[in-house]
């Protein structure tokens, strides 16, 4: 009888641990980037409810890289394993030059939150641009929307003094007065509304300002559960935010000082929805397009292949 209840003990441990080991994921951690700005919702959601240790099971470990080429060299290298929130420009930069580099899903699309302010009312169309000190991050939607809007009269970046600066460097100098007009998104175009500045474009029209979600082919096809398990992750962020959104808001404001009326009205502009649709698609070619204009890269980009298999 006792052999009898040893047995069944045994079996019942080798079935639970059967149970357990089809359960774990086959890596034991996962890096992923951890950018808040400019309005970056899901990311703040996620980490504060910790959703994807919760749903991966495994410790999650952040690297908060703002810049999109540190981030991509992070992929590349292995220091990072999931690219959460990188801009469109820096994912074809890194695939135009060779790097293995996929877009698993989108993180957000919003192109009116990313705006040119002045103080001078007068600069209301491309031509009163000309000559003009611009300043704002190179390589970004923002550079992206400034060539955009010279295009729409013909011209080039070459017809404006532009100066690449991050964006509070850039919304310092409109403010002190060395620029004549800064290209801003998130809290810093928020607050030159609020101190009255003039709005001389936002990106509606000009620009799909993407932002994305990216791995590299070779985790994925080594590691298809995880994959999984991240896309239902982001799901699960998604549900938590739709399901409280001014939690989700006053949690956001908290990060990044700002009212939970503000976020609010700043994210009524983004489109946090996770399918990747023809339209981004597109999104993504005349960003490359634009890259190749601007010599960025140095042959024309066919994104076609960018996206996960």
Same mark, same amino acid.
């Given at each position: ?41 899901p990311?703040?959601v ?10 991966? #099971? ?5 690297a908060? /890289?703002?810049?999109?080429?540190? %981030?991509?060299? *992070?992929? !590349?290298?292995? $220091? =990072? ?11 074809i ?10 877009v ?68 310092a ?29 936002? #990106? ?6 993407? /932002?994305?979600?990216?791995?590299? %082919?070779?985790? *994925?096809? !080594?590691?298809? $559960? =995880? ?64 890259m190749t ?17």
């Open positions: 009888m006792k052999k009898s209840v040893i047995l069944s003990l045994f079996l019942c441990m080798v079935l639970s641990l059967s149970i357990a080991c089809a359960d774990s994921l086959s890596i034991d951690h996962l890096t992923v980037t951890y950018v808040t700005s400019p309005l970056n919702i990311s703040i996620e980490k504060e409810n910790h959703i994807f240790e919760s749903i991966l #099971g495994i410790p999650v470990d952040y908060e /890289i703002t810049s999109g080429a540190d %981030q991509t060299q *992070a992929l !590349a290298s292995g $220091d =990072v394993q999931l690219l959460y929130a990188v801009g469109g420009t820096s994912v930069l890194s695939a135009a030059n060779g790097a293995d580099i996929k698993l899903n989108m993180y957000s699309r919003a192109p009116q939150a990313f705006c040119m302010y002045s103080r001078d009312e007068s600069l209301t169309t491309p031509e009163s641009l000309r000559g003009r000190i611009i300043a704002g991050p190179a390589g970004t939607n923002l550079h992206e929307l400034l060539v955009s809007y010279l295009n729409t009269a013909g011209m080039t970046i070459d017809d404006v003094q532009y100066i690449s600066m991050g964006i509070p460097e850039a919304k100098a409109l403010d002190g007065g060395s620029a004549d007009v800064a290209l801003l998104g998130g809290a810093a175009a928020y607050n030159a509304s609020l101190q009255g500045y003039h709005l001389v474009a936002d #990106g509606k029209g000009l620009i799909k300002a993407i /932002i994305a979600v990216a791995v590299t %082919q070779q985790f *994925a096809d !080594a590691h298809p $559960d =995880v994959i999984a398990a991240i896309s239902e992750a982001e799901q699960k962020i998604m549900d938590t935010i739709t399901a409280d959104p001014e939690a989700a808001y006053a949690l956001t404001a908290s990060y990044l000082d700002l009212s939970p009326e503000a976020v609010r009205e700043m994210a009524a502009a983004y489109d946090f929805s996770l399918e990747i649709t023809d339209a981004d698609k597109a999104g993504f070619q005349n960003t490359a397009d634009f204009a601007s010599q960025m890269i140095d042959q024309p980009y066919d994104v076609s292949g960018l996206f996960m298999n």
